[in-house]
């Protein structure tokens, strides 16, 4: 029997997380975005609403019939998210839910995007906490981007209405889902000539009561998509340089801390991206890589994380297009290699802490993305593997990660090609690596009836998979 040892997956200096699916774009699978990008993401975002107090919901308020044709995209009675199917009265057994076990099982946390009525009852607000139990640590971002006057909610209620809002909601969603971290994202600083956030006197409060803060940051956006086209002297569009959208960002979390009395909490930015609408294609990937690089160059520690908006995108806000032929079907632009260059970047890899020596069975824990017992197999390759596979005999769900690169194993597989591994990342002389094995939860839910069952899910793992490596092919050449 092989050597096995105990390995805890722990957090990154700037954690990478990705947003999937919105108004602009269907949400895409796990297993594909895995397959495009190598690793998973720290936490993924999705984005719904909740206005069941409205006659048309939970029908995506677009998509009801006879609804007069929107002059622009939050031209709608209430915004145009996908609907939130769960809260009072409502299921746990459709969206978000499947999207959410989907990223759960493979590794990753959810940050869900919620955008509430601000007038709900406080049942409806424990209803929500209570679908939320069960997948562990969570993000909740409620009511984002509170500062402006594009979603409905800022239409129904004034600024400091939103901000008790958020307030009365994260006293109620965390008395029913202590799992939960909550996420407030308001506009920051947008003046660098202004020493304040925009309307911090309302929101002062929720930015010492929420768990994280954050902003979402375009560096270039073309807002009128998709009812217009970003031309020159055009003004349903903008562009702000790198540095000046960095300074922005830091500058907000110097007001949070100043805010929260100089005490620190988690900055995030919730959204972050250039738009290839006003850039251009290649102008997109440049801005990225500098706004990532700039994260790099000055050691931005202040910095807990990043999500970039978003996978696939009907406009040009995607690491791919959606194509106008065939609607799950993306079309990869320039910047997707150069956010694939930057996530394996050290900062923005989770750390891997080596333990001592165990023995089968053993007993793995998920705790989070940042968070996780798991176990690490020594290998040796004589040379570059001409094949490297695993067999599984058990229902096994596992995350799975070998030089560099990570592979999902669902409960159904019992065959795991790891030569994916090796494509980009030669070796060239005899090699020692390790093969880790982690598992997060098999259905996406924790088990509550565990006594610590909101927070950790468990998995005893009786028996290691075959390994076989070949560094030769199966029969030679014969010419």
């Known amino acids: 029997m092989e050597n096995i040892f105990s390995v805890k997956l722990g957090r990154a200096q700037c954690a990478a997380d990705l947003g999937d699916g919105s108004e602009r774009g269907e949400y895409v699978p796990q297993d594909y975005i895995l397959q495009k990008l190598g690793r ?41 998210y996908f609907p939130y199917l769960g809260g009072l009265n409502g299921s746990t057994d459709g969206e978000p839910f499947a999207s959410m076990r989907d990223i759960r099982r493979h590794g990753q946390d959810v940050i869900l995007t ?54 009365r909601a994260v006293h109620i969603i965390k008395e029913h889902a202590p799992n939960v971290l909550t996420i407030l994202c308001i506009g920051g600083v947008e003046d660098l000539s202004s020493e304040e956030m925009v309307r911090e006197k309302e929101f002062t409060q929720a930015v010492r009561e ?34 000046d ?52 160059s000055e050691n931005a520690d202040w910095l807990s994380g990043v999500t970039f908006y978003q996978f696939r995108d009907r406009g040009r806000l995607g690491l791919e297009i959606q194509d106008v032929n065939r609607c799950d079907t993306g079309v990869e632009q320039p910047v997707l290699g150069v956010y694939r260059e930057i996530i394996n970047r050290p900062r923005f890899m989770p750390t891997m802490a080596a333990g001592g020596e165990v023995s089968l069975p053993v007993k793995l824990r998920w705790g989070s993305s940042e968070d996780a017992e798991g176990i690490a197999i020594p290998l040796h390759f004589d040379a570059q593997p001409c094949f490297c596979e695993l067999y599984f005999e ?42 880790r094995i982690f598992a997060p939860p098999a259905t996406g839910e924790n088990d509550l009836s565990q006594p610590d069952g909101m927070f950790n899910y468990y998995y005893t793992l009786e028996k290691l998979p075959t390994i076989r490596i070949r560094t030769s092919p199966a029969e030679p050449c014969r010419d």
Not at 211 to 227: A, C, E, N, Q, R
Not at 399 to 418: Q, T, V
């Open 40 to 80: 998973p993401h720290r936490a993924v975002s999705l984005m719904y609403c909740y206005y069941p107090l409205d006659k048309e919901f939970p029908a995506r308020i677009s998509e009801v019939p006879d609804m007069p044709k929107a002059r622009f995209q939050w031209d709608y009675p209430y915004d145009d």
């Open 210 to 243: 929420t768990d994280i803060w954050s902003v979402d940051k375009y560096i270039s956006l073309h807002w009128g998509h998709p009812f217009d086209i970003a031309e020159t002297g055009g003004n349903s569009h903008q562009r702000t340089s790198v540095r």
């Open 394 to 435: 058990d229902d096994s769900n596992l995350m799975i990660e070998l030089n560099g690169r990570w592979f999902y194993k669902s409960p159904e597989a019992s065959f795991i090609d790891l030569m994916p591994a090796f494509y980009e990342r030669r070796i060239s002389t005899p090699a020692d690596m390790e093969l």
């Open 245 to 296: 959208i960095f300074e922005m960002i830091k500058r907000s979390y110097e007001r949070f801390l100043c805010l929260n009395g100089g005490v620190p909490k988690p900055m995030l930015v919730s959204e972050l991206n250039s738009d290839g609408n006003v850039v251009g294609a290649f102008g997109q990937a440049e801005d990225i890589r500098r706004f990532y690089d700039m994260i790099d």
């Open 114 to 167: 919620l955008t509430i009525d601000p007038f709900v009852s406080d049942d409806h607000l424990a209803a929500i906490g209570d679908d939320l139990r069960p997948f562990g640590r969570l993000f909740l971002r409620i009511n984002h981007e509170a500062t402006g006057n594009w979603f409905e909610f800022n239409k129904r209620a004034t600024y400091q209405q939103v901000a008790d809002f958020y307030c």
